[in-house]
């Protein structure tokens, strides 16, 4: 064994003593940002176990805010019905969907018998579009951070773009300046009756212009843009299709499929950054004295994830470019006057088709709805003695409504005897890991506070998700990595499931000067808004479930 001299030891102990009574020691002061600009980026369908996978690689607009940025790798939707319409309602909210209304993509109103989308509106129709269904934020029973930061400073604008109508108008919320999302058409919005759709038009007319005369000119291929992913490529059979999972993709046989193949390609969020970039310049966000809000919601990883899985040469090329132009975007901010405060996030996560699971080990399989909703039916009626289907769901049997032979709601005795026998036949089932009656979980008491998000029960998030008059009757969460879906040439694999593939998301807060911590302890989705009201000073209504969190130094906000 080496010795040292006797010195050497006095002198280490010297040093010890004077670093215990000098106390720890603390890295250099970072204030917490004062932003004139605020923008909230979602992408739809980042898992965080994506982020993770390719974190690495990011060498970007991702790569700039997971070094840069105050990072939480573990962030939560706190609900247990992962979809792109409520997880979009929780991140400027501060609340969960049993609070902002928005419980699903799509619900079953029985008090008409009609299926519902989440932000119908037959009020209002679309600018590009008259003839389409309306949308707005009319059913969203919340306010956002927009109209938090609106009510305290009037001259604060709110402007929000998306891939998806569900994207931007959750995000925007109420009284937003502009709310724009991308269609075969262009990017389009709503207009009120007795609006002008010209003028509600007109801050993205240049910008559809000039993105149809590019595309016209430049044809978007999606080919590789890093070798790399080539290596993910293999061959599938979901159902009764056998596909290669590649790039390029089979050439299109009609313009539809072609329409389908560039919304489902990086083009869609490379389009939606460069109108995020052109609403910032148009209108100077951030350039004034009050605070301003551009939200952006970023839809091809959701795309791509459905029709080609989360693990092949598709999403690894699409996330590698996103990374890329990101950055792009990033470098697009120095332009503004005052501080800039990024905030990235997501609306949920999602899993890998099952067929690709089950090939690595995993229990993995799928749960086909419509067979599976006949069958239950059908075991009701056999029970009850009825002579229609008492069952019925609208975007998914996740939530199922419970109905009369007239499609709408039953009387008190009906209902409930139904609802008894349904509940008793999916407890043997052993697809279903649990079903709940949702007039319990309405009663149902949170978990005691300070109760990390990822040891909720799966009663706890599927009472987040429960919305008296929209939500299902019975909640259904099945097994892990069983997939209530059937594949098709266009879907593969989903998400909406109570399990923390679906639920776990990274959240990043970006700034000049930001720092680069890492904070791995989970937290929630709703904890951001409360986040961003905390640095601008402005007040968040008292029946938010979210909390501040420090982004400066020290534990207060």
Same mark, same amino acid.
């Given at each position: 064994? /080496?010795s040292?001299? @006797?010195?050497?030891?006095?002198?280490?102990?010297?040093?010890?003593?004077?670093?215990?009574?000098?106390?720890?020691?603390s890295?250099?002061?970072i204030?917490?940002?004062?932003?004139?600009?605020?923008?909230?980026?979602?992408?739809d369908?980042?898992?965080?176990?994506?982020?993770?996978?390719?974190?690495?690689?990011?060498?970007?607009?991702?790569?700039? +805010?997971?070094?840069?940025g105050?990072?939480?790798?573990?962030?939560?939707?706190?609900?247990?019905?992962?979809?792109?319409?409520p997880?979009?309602?929780?991140?400027?909210?501060? @609340?969960?969907?049993?609070?902002?209304g928005?419980?699903?993509?799509?619900? *079953?109103?029985?008090?008409t018998?009609?299926?519902?989308?989440? !932000?119908?509106?037959?009020? %209002?129709? !679309?600018?590009?579009?008259?003839?389409?269904?309306?949308?707005?934020?009319?059913?969203?029973?919340?306010s956002?951070?927009?109209?938090?930061?609106?009510?305290?400073?009037?001259?604060s604008?709110?402007?929000? &773009?998306?891939g998806?109508?569900?994207?931007?108008?959750?995000m925007?919320?109420?009284?937003?300046?502009?709310?724009?999302?991308?269609?075969?058409?262009?990017?389009?919005?709503?207009?009120?009756?007795g609006?002008?759709?010209?003028?509600?038009?007109?801050?993205?007319?240049?910008?559809?212009?000039?993105?149809?005369?590019?595309?016209k000119?430049?044809?978007?291929?999606?080919?590789?843009?890093? /070798?790399?992913?080539?290596?993910?490529?293999?061959?599938?059979?979901?159902g009764?299709?056998?596909?290669?999972?590649?790039?390029?993709?089979?050439?299109?046989?009609?313009?539809?499929?072609?329409?389908?193949d560039?919304a489902?390609?990086?083009?869609?969020?490379?389009v939606?950054?460069?109108?995020?970039?052109?609403?910032?310049?148009?209108?100077?966000?951030?350039?004034?004295?009050a605070?301003?809000?551009?939200t952006?919601?970023l839809?091809?990883?959701?795309?791509?994830?459905?029709?080609?899985?989360?693990?092949?040469?598709?999403?690894c090329?699409?996330?590698?470019?996103?990374d890329?132009?990101?950055?792009?975007?990033?470098?697009?901010?120095? /332009?503004?006057?005052?501080?800039?405060?990024?905030?990235?996030?997501?609306?949920?996560?999602?899993?890998?088709?099952?067929?690709? +699971?089950?090939?690595?080990?995993?229990?993995?399989? /799928?749960?086909?709805?419509a067979?599976w909703?006949?069958?239950?039916?059908?075991?009701?009626r056999?029970q009850?003695? !009825?002579?229609?289907?008492?069952?019925?769901?609208?975007?998914?049997i996740?939530?199922?409504?419970? %109905?009369g032979?007239?499609? @709408?709601?039953?009387?008190?005795?009906?209902?409930?005897?139904?609802?008894?026998?349904?509940?008793?036949?999916?407890?043997?089932?052993?697809?279903? *890991?649990?079903?709940?009656?949702?007039?319990?979980?309405?009663?149902?008491?949170?978990?005691?506070?300070g109760?990390?998000?990822?040891? *909720?029960? &799966?009663?706890?998030?599927?009472?987040?998700?429960?919305y008296?008059?929209?939500?299902?009757?019975?909640?259904?969460a099945?097994?892990?990595?069983?997939?209530?879906?059937?594949?098709?040439?266009? *879907?593969?694999?989903?998400?909406?499931?109570?399990?923390?593939?679906?639920?776990?998301?990274?959240i990043?807060?970006?700034?000049?000067?930001?720092?680069?911590?890492?904070?791995?302890?989970p937290?929630?989705? &709703?904890?951001?808004?409360?986040?961003?009201?905390?640095?601008?000073?402005?007040?968040?209504?008292?029946?938010?479930?979210?909390?501040?969190?420090?982004?400066?130094?020290?534990?207060?906000?």
């Amino acid at each position: 064994m /080496r010795s040292f001299p @006797k010195s050497a030891g006095r002198m280490a102990a010297a040093a010890a003593a004077l670093f215990l009574a000098a106390g720890p020691v603390s890295a250099a002061t970072i204030a917490k940002p004062n932003p004139k600009l605020v923008v909230v980026i979602s992408i739809d369908q980042f898992s965080a176990s994506l982020f993770e996978q390719y974190r690495g690689d990011f060498k970007g607009g991702l790569g700039r +805010l997971a070094r840069e940025g105050v990072v939480y790798p573990s962030g939560y939707q706190s609900h247990g019905m992962t979809e792109t319409c409520p997880g979009h309602s929780t991140l400027l909210t501060g @609340k969960s969907p049993n609070k902002t209304g928005i419980v699903a993509n799509d619900f *079953y109103d029985t008090a008409t018998g009609q299926k519902t989308y989440c !932000l119908a509106d037959p009020s %209002v129709t !679309l600018a590009l579009d008259p003839s389409a269904k309306g949308v707005s934020p009319k059913l969203l029973m919340a306010s956002t951070y927009g109209e938090w930061l609106k009510a305290a400073s009037p001259k604060s604008r709110v402007y929000a &773009v998306s891939g998806k109508d569900r994207g931007a108008i959750n995000m925007a919320g109420h009284g937003a300046d502009g709310v724009f999302w991308l269609t075969p058409k262009g990017f389009t919005t709503w207009v009120e009756p007795g609006q002008d759709a010209q003028q509600r038009q007109a801050p993205v007319a240049a910008l559809n212009a000039r993105l149809a005369a590019d595309l016209k000119k430049h044809p978007f291929t999606w080919t590789y843009a890093d /070798r790399r992913c080539a290596a993910k490529e293999g061959d599938y059979v979901t159902g009764d299709r056998a596909w290669r999972s590649a790039l390029p993709l089979p050439k299109p046989a009609n313009a539809a499929d072609a329409a389908r193949d560039l919304a489902t390609s990086p083009y869609t969020d490379r389009v939606t950054l460069e109108a995020a970039e052109a609403l910032r310049d148009e209108f100077k966000l951030g350039d004034g004295e009050a605070t301003d809000v551009l939200t952006v919601s970023l839809s091809a990883t959701d795309f791509i994830g459905h029709r080609f899985g989360t693990k092949g040469p598709e999403m690894c090329d699409h996330l590698l470019r996103l990374d890329q132009r990101l950055g792009q975007f990033l470098d697009s901010l120095d /332009r503004v006057k005052g501080q800039v405060l990024v905030v990235l996030a997501a609306d949920h996560g999602g899993s890998d088709f099952p067929e690709r +699971l089950a090939q690595q080990g995993y229990d993995a399989g /799928r749960v086909p709805p419509a067979a599976w909703l006949k069958t239950l039916n059908g075991a009701v009626r056999q029970q009850l003695g !009825l002579d229609y289907d008492p069952l019925v769901q609208a975007g998914g049997i996740e939530s199922l409504y419970v %109905v009369g032979a007239d499609g @709408k709601a039953p009387g008190v005795v009906d209902h409930a005897r139904i609802t008894a026998a349904a509940l008793a036949i999916l407890a043997k089932q052993p697809e279903v *890991y649990a079903a709940f009656d949702s007039n319990t979980l309405f009663t149902t008491a949170p978990p005691p506070k300070g109760t990390p998000p990822d040891e *909720y029960s &799966v009663a706890e998030r599927m009472r987040r998700s429960a919305y008296p008059g929209r939500v299902g009757d019975i909640l259904v969460a099945f097994q892990p990595y069983k997939s209530p879906a059937s594949p098709g040439a266009s *879907y593969v694999a989903g998400h909406g499931s109570p399990w923390n593939y679906d639920r776990r998301v990274p959240i990043m807060f970006w700034w000049k000067g930001a720092g680069g911590r890492e904070r791995v302890l989970p937290i929630e989705t &709703v904890d951001i808004a409360p986040t961003i009201a905390g640095v601008t000073g402005v007040t968040p209504p008292t029946d938010i479930d979210g909390r501040c969190l420090p982004l400066g130094d020290g534990p207060g906000c």
